[in-house]
C-alpha cells in the first residue's frame, strides 16, 4: 500500500432516517474521530469510511440480515478489509475500511441512560466502530476487549470527549 504520513480519511455521512434530528456538528465530530483513530493507530494510508445513520427500526434490519439478531442495537460495522489488506477505490486513491451505521434513536436514549452528552455518545459509537473497522474484537471478552476498551478511552479523550468531561451536570439535564 502506498504510504503517507499525513493520511487522512474521506468519510462519507449519510442520513438515512426521520426520526431524529442529526445536532448540529454531528458530522464534523464523526469524521474527527474516524481521523483520530486512524492517527492513534498510526495508519498511514488514505482511508475511506462510510458513516450512516439509521433509526431503530432500520438496525435492527440490519443486524437481522447481517448477524442474526432480531434487535436493534447501537451501531454496526461492516469492515471490508482483512488482516490489514484492503482494496483500493481507484478513481480516489484510498483504501476501503468498511461501513458504519448508528441508529440515532438508540445514541440518544444511551446519551440520556449512562447521563453524558449525546456527542460523546456518537463519539463513542463511531471510535468504538472504527476499532472494529481495523481489526479489533471484543466479542469474546478477555484482554482483547479490554485493549480496545482502553484505546477507545485514548482516543476519546484526546477528543476531548472522555468519560470525566461528558458527564451532564445537574442543572443540564433533560
Same mark, same amino acid.
Given at each position: &500500500?502506498? !504510504? =503517507?504520513?499525513?493520511? #487522512?480519511? @474521506?468519510?462519507?455521512?449519510?442520513?438515512?432516517?426521520?426520526?431524529? @434530528?442529526?445536532?448540529?456538528?454531528? #458530522?464534523?465530530?464523526? @469524521? !474527527?474521530?474516524?481521523?483520530?483513530?486512524?492517527?492513534?493507530?498510526?495508519?498511514?494510508?488514505?482511508?475511506?469510511? =462510510?458513516?450512516?445513520?439509521?433509526?431503530?427500526?432500520?438496525?435492527?434490519?440490519?443486524?437481522?440480515?447481517? !448477524?442474526?439478531?432480531?434487535?436493534?442495537?447501537?451501531?454496526?460495522?461492516?469492515?471490508?478489509?482483512?488482516?490489514?489488506?484492503?482494496? @483500493?477505490?481507484?478513481?480516489?486513491?484510498?483504501?476501503?475500511?468498511?461501513?458504519?451505521?448508528?441508529?440515532?434513536? !438508540?445514541?440518544?436514549?444511551?446519551?440520556?441512560?449512562?447521563?453524558?452528552?449525546?456527542? #460523546?455518545?456518537?463519539?463513542?459509537?463511531?471510535?468504538?466502530? &472504527?476499532?472494529?473497522?481495523?481489526?479489533?474484537?471484543?466479542?469474546?471478552?478477555?484482554?482483547?476487549?479490554?485493549? &480496545?476498551?482502553?484505546?477507545?478511552?485514548?482516543?476519546?479523550?484526546?477528543?476531548?470527549? =472522555? #468519560?470525566?468531561?461528558?458527564?451532564?451536570?445537574?442543572?443540564?439535564?433533560?
Amino acid at each position: &500500500m502506498e !504510504r =503517507s504520513p499525513l493520511a #487522512r480519511a @474521506k468519510v462519507y455521512i449519510a442520513n438515512r432516517q426521520k426520526k431524529t @434530528k442529526i445536532p448540529t456538528g454531528a #458530522r464534523l465530530l464523526i @469524521k !474527527r474521530c474516524c481521523n483520530a483513530v486512524l492517527a492513534y493507530e498510526k495508519v498511514e494510508f488514505p482511508a475511506e469510511i =462510510s458513516v450512516s445513520f439509521t433509526d431503530d427500526e432500520g438496525i435492527r434490519q440490519l443486524n437481522g440480515s447481517y !448477524r442474526n439478531k432480531d434487535s436493534a442495537t447501537d451501531v454496526l460495522s461492516f469492515p471490508m478489509g482483512e488482516d490489514g489488506v484492503y482494496d @483500493k477505490n481507484e478513481e480516489t486513491g484510498n483504501y476501503l475500511l468498511g461501513d458504519i451505521v448508528i441508529s440515532m434513536e !438508540r445514541a440518544v436514549e444511551q446519551a440520556h441512560l449512562y447521563g453524558h452528552s449525546l456527542e #460523546r455518545e456518537l463519539g463513542f459509537l463511531t471510535v468504538h466502530s &472504527m476499532f472494529h473497522l481495523l481489526g479489533y474484537d471484543h466479542e469474546a471478552g478477555g484482554l482483547e476487549a479490554r485493549v &480496545m476498551h482502553e484505546k477507545e478511552e485514548a482516543v476519546l479523550s484526546e477528543l476531548g470527549l =472522555s #468519560r470525566d468531561n461528558t458527564f451532564l451536570k445537574p442543572e443540564e439535564e433533560h
